[in-house]
């Protein structure tokens, strides 16, 4: 079962530049793998995450097989207004997971 | 049964191993490969060196996953700010790492996760500016325990 873990400051001061940090759990399934018996076991990886602040897009990666189990992302924003985070995971198989935080500025 | 009779000669067997899976491998980015994903990202324009500083650690013990940060300088203002920071590989199956894309509200052009290598290899990270300049920082990383193509237990 997929899950989401964010570590988005509760309050910070207008302007000030924070920290989000995210990470989805997933197998992140290269592809390049092969059973014992020699078959492929197919890719299945996170491809896209993108994070938007009241809807504009402030973060977004392309993932690939080399980003490791469980994409762990840290970026920077800055706070500007109240608002909300918005998080969204896409991947193979049909993987879309979304998660949000907010955000009190003053 | 595997009986290591010392840390070394286990280390020796697991690194031997891995490498017999690297070589067996036919598909495998080169740093020819890797040279054509810059080029689609890059296009003709030049890379210089500078301005992005790339963190990996020089020594590698598991290759499944490797922390990475790239940061580059810049005052991250209107008229002058990172678009995006593209992470590319030589020998992994595939040239290519991430492409990160930076809005105007990202404050800081800097990005840590974490990263699989194949084998001891080369990274190199470019950001494209927004005067459509692109700059780049590499580093060599040896990797004891190779990722990607090991075969699950």
């Not at chain 2, 590319?88 to 699989?116: C, D, H, M, W």
Request: hydrophobic share 45%; net charge neutral; proline share 7%.
């Amino acid at each position: 079962m997929a899950s989401a873990l964010i570590n988005v400051p509760a309050k910070a001061k207008r302007g000030e530049i924070i920290e989000i940090k995210t990470l989805m759990s997933h197998i992140m399934e290269t592809g390049y793998r092969h059973t014992a018996t020699g078959e492929v076991i197919p890719r299945d990886i996170i491809t896209s995450f993108t994070c938007r602040f009241n809807g504009k897009e402030i973060f977004r990666a392309d993932l690939f097989p080399a980003i490791s189990a469980n994409p762990f992302f840290t970026f920077f924003t800055t706070a500007t207004e109240s608002g909300k985070f918005e998080f969204e995971w896409i991947g193979d198989k049909g993987f879309s997971e979304t998660a949000s935080a907010s955000i009190a500025v003053e | 049964m595997l009986d290591p009779t010392t840390r070394r000669d286990f280390l020796a067997l697991a690194g031997s191993a891995a490498m017999l899976a690297v070589t067996l491998r036919p598909a495998k980015a080169t740093p020819a490969t890797m040279a054509s994903a810059i080029r689609t990202v890059v296009g003709t324009a030049p890379v210089k060196n500078g301005k992005v500083k790339l963190e990996v650690p020089p020594l590698v013990e598991n290759g499944n996953t490797v922390p990475m940060t790239v940061s580059v300088a810049s005052p991250m203002a209107p008229e002058d700010h990172v678009l995006s920071i593209h992470v590319f590989n030589e020998k992994n199956p595939q040239p290519n790492i991430g492409n990160f894309y930076l809005g105007p509200l990202a404050g800081r052009a800097q990005v840590s996760t974490r990263i699989r290598l194949a084998d001891s290899q080369k990274i190199i990270a470019i950001a494209k500016l927004s005067d459509g300049t692109f700059w780049s920082a590499s580093v060599e990383v040896i990797v004891t325990l190779a990722a990607c193509t090991e075969e699950p237990v």
